[in-house]
Structures are given as C-alpha cells and as structure tokens.
Nanobody, 123 residues
Framework: QVQLVESGGGLVQAGGSLRLSCAAS????????MGWFRQAPGKEREFVGA????????YYADYVKGRFTISSDNAKNTVYLQMNSLKPEDTAVYYC????????????????WGQGTQVTVSS
C-alpha cells in the first residue's frame, strides 16, 4: 500500500512557474512508475506525464512537452512536477499516481492516487 500526498499548488500568473511535489509513504516508490494527471472543472482527468521506476525515462503529453519536467528523488520518496511557462489552460487539480506497471498515459493503469493539489493560472 502506498499513500501519496501532493503539495505545491497555488495561484500564479500566466508565464510563471510552480513546482509540485508528491510524497510517498507506506512503501518506497522505487518499485512504482509515477504519473501526473490533471482535471479541470467539467473535464475528464487527463495525463500530464510520467516517470519510470528508475527515474531514467520520462514521457509527456504533447500539450505540456517542453514546459513541464518530472523528476524523482528516491532518497526522499518524492516525485516532482516542475511547471514553467504556465498558461491559463493549465488550471486544474493536479494528481500524482503510482503504478506497479510501466509508464502509461491511461488512468486505469495506476493503482494509487493522491488527493490532488489545485493549480490556478491567471491571465
């Protein structure tokens, strides 16, 4: 069992940056690939990006590629989502998730989810 807690959300102006953190407890997440998803009001939860168990591979959705970066610190059991050049359309609740499988853009692949953190980008 893995518990995930996101933090770092907030209000930022367009063009600004935020770094989200996802701290894992219960079990080390070395055995899990980690994903980030987001959900805007009235919309489906969508894939943002993911990082492999080793941290050596990342995969991003096209709409964040080049702006967002995922990294992990296994010693701290924490995964990060660095978000740069933020746009109003990035406004959403951001969730981290863990899977015992491989990097996957599909929600159903993930076994554990955090409670989410709100990111609001003003224009």
């Amino acid at each position: 069992q893995v518990q995930l807690v996101e933090s770092g959300g907030g209000l930022v102006q367009a063009g600004g940056s935020l770094r989200l953190s996802c701290a894992a407890s219960g079990r080390t997440f070395v055995g899990y690939a980690m994903g980030w998803f987001r959900q805007a009001p009235g919309k489906e939860r969508e894939f943002v990006g993911a990082i492999s168990r080793s941290g050596s591979r990342t995969y991003y959705a096209d709409y964040v590629k080049g702006r967002f970066t995922i990294s992990s610190d296994n010693a701290k059991n924490t995964v990060y989502l660095q978000m740069n050049s933020l746009k109003p359309e990035d406004t959403a609740v951001y969730y981290c998730a863990a899977t015992t499988g491989y990097i996957d853009p599909g929600k159903s692949a993930y076994d554990y989810w955090g409670q989410g953190t709100q990111v609001t980008v003003s224009s």
